[in-house]
């Protein structure tokens, strides 16, 4: 099996086999998502403190919080796909 990460920013890289949504922080279900994450201890902040323009949910109930919107990940994720 080929792992191929996607750049999320600051160095930061997530194998893009294990994503199944990117999604924008920005609506009430989504923030108390996060919320519950990081009381589980599910969530992993890679904003480098930034604030939060994109969750990635992941296979196994985790999610990353990145500083990149959700429209440029999934446009790195698609190009990634083609080669």
Do not use: H, W, Y
Request: hydrophobic content about 40%.
């Amino acid at each position: 099996m080929n792992n191929q990460f996607i750049n999320i920013g600051f160095g930061n890289l997530v194998n893009r086999d294990k994503i199944i949504a990117i999604v924008s922080p920005e609506g009430a279900p989504v923030r108390r998502l996060i919320q519950q994450g990081k009381e589980q201890q599910r969530v992993v902040d890679a904003t480098a403190g930034r604030r939060t323009k994109a969750v990635i949910i992941c296979e196994g109930d985790r999610m990353i919080l990145s500083a990149l919107g959700a429209d440029t990940i999934g446009k790195r994720t698609a190009e990634e796909q083609k080669e």
